[in-house]
């Protein structure tokens, strides 16, 4: 195996891990896999937090050891926490497939706090893509994501935070 | 005074790590009271993702003060098995909740704060402080939002709702002061480019805070003569009952894991 076609086999034992929280999106969807590097079996992988108490983070870090302890590798994963994570490194698949699972995708970054008070756009509507959505509170069920609610079907909705 | 200041042997970097550790974790503690408490399920789940965030920059910043310090300690050594005398956060961080106004208030000028301080120092001349303040800043951009947006709605607001967080922004005010007074360990690591320079901090706070209270319709309160100084462990009254709290479990059950 060329050394290219080793290093692909690892990630995809890694785009098979799926994330804790939002088991649709594996941890490549998310972004948070920041670097690889294989010698022999001994796997490296440089992991970012998503927000630095993210509880998903330590689990995260060992759910990817485990999976490449199982697919006959020995890991060792570091955090790389500079540059810090940002909801831009989501894949333009992850986002659909946090589109696809009721989740808004991250859109719009978060303002510069000289305008924290300037309205931005509301995201659509995960279920009918309708913009005519609100805010009903910055903080949903995990640090990652906010919560909205869809003026035209109703529906109540998780937004992924951008930052 | 604590053993640590007083020994003056310590690194001024170690200091300050352990001073934006101990703030950030105290606070979060405090904000953890609100849990099952808040007013709507929104600003239970607000203020706990903030408590959260708060926790995730303490743990990082503990981590670091670990590796400086070089005496073997971790997280849960600084955040348990120290006593009030060794903490060094902000005086401000320790006060009791109040009511949620109170609550507000004391969240707005400590995001302020720490975010004027966090994009400074995500340019610091300590590699692991910018990185750990790159990372904070952005959370502390939506802890801002959440409580200026709060702090508006609540100043202009009702009579009740203004009565209570203008009186609550009198009582918290004196303890804004110690923030903008450098001591020793600032004044060497600002001269060093790793920490903010103090003045500096205190007009970009000025400049940030003005148009909020503006719009809330509350008045800057006027200085008083009060000094405080938590970042060199002289406490409120406030903070051994808190820490009683929190290191009971971990006091009781040392070494316990789950």
């Not at chain 1, 079996?41 to 998903?56: K, Q, R």
């Amino acid at each position: 195996m060329s050394d290219a076609a080793a290093l692909e086999a690892v990630w995809a034992v890694l785009r098979g891990v799926a994330d804790p929280e939002i088991p649709v999106l594996s941890l490549v969807d998310l972004g948070v896999i920041r670097n690889v590097s294989l010698e022999g079996t001994l796997v490296e992988v440089g992991l970012s937090p998503t927000y630095s108490g993210c509880p998903a983070t330590s689990v995260i870090r060992a759910d990817v050891a485990a999976a490449l302890t199982a697919a006959g590798y020995v890991p060792r994963v570091k955090d790389v926490l500079s540059p810090p994570w940002t909801s831009a490194w989501i894949t333009p698949e992850g986002c659909e497939k946090l589109r696809a699972y009721g989740i808004a995708p991250p859109e719009f970054p978060v303002t510069r706090p000289a305008a924290l008070h300037t309205p931005v756009k509301n995201p659509a509507c995960p279920l009918c893509a309708s913009r005519d959505t609100e805010l009903i509170s910055e903080f949903g069920s995990t640090p990652c994501k906010s919560l909205h609610r869809c003026l035209a079907c109703l529906e109540p909705f998780d937004c992924f935070k951008c930052i | 005074m604590s053993a640590v200041i007083a020994a003056g042997t310590a690194h001024p970097t170690y200091l300050y790590t352990l001073r934006l550790a101990d703030t950030a974790l105290v606070l979060a503690q405090r904000l953890s009271a609100w849990i099952g408490h808040a007013p709507a399920i929104e600003e239970d789940l607000g203020i706990s993702n903030i408590a959260l965030d708060l926790i995730g920059q303490a743990r990082l910043l503990y981590g670091y003060a670990g590796e400086l310090e070089g005496a073997g300690r971790s997280e849960d050594d600084y955040a348990y098995l120290r006593e009030e005398c060794d903490f060094l956060n902000a005086t401000m961080a320790e006060l009791p909740n109040g009511d949620f106004g109170a609550t507000i208030v004391r969240q707005c000028l400590m995001d302020i704060w720490r975010l004027e301080t966090f994009e400074r120092l995500a340019a610091s001349s300590d590699a692991r402080l910018a990185a750990i303040a790159a990372k904070a800043v952005k959370e502390i951009r939506y802890h801002l939002k959440y409580s200026s947006g709060w702090l508006v709605r609540l100043g202009d607001g009702t009579a009740e709702s203004h009565r209570r967080v203008a009186a609550a922004l009198g009582d918290l005010w004196p303890y804004v002061h110690e923030w903008f007074v450098a001591d020793e360990v600032e004044t060497a690591l600002a001269a060093d480019g790793v920490a903010p320079a103090v003045d500096d901090l205190k007009a970009a706070f000025e400049a940030r805070l003005t148009p909020i209270l503006c719009e809330a319709q509350l008045e800057r309160p006027l200085d008083v003569a009060y000094r405080w100084f938590g970042k060199r462990a002289q406490h409120s009254e406030h903070l051994g009952l808190l820490l009683a709290e929190m290191q009971s479990l971990h006091r009781a059950h040392p070494g316990a894991s789950w």
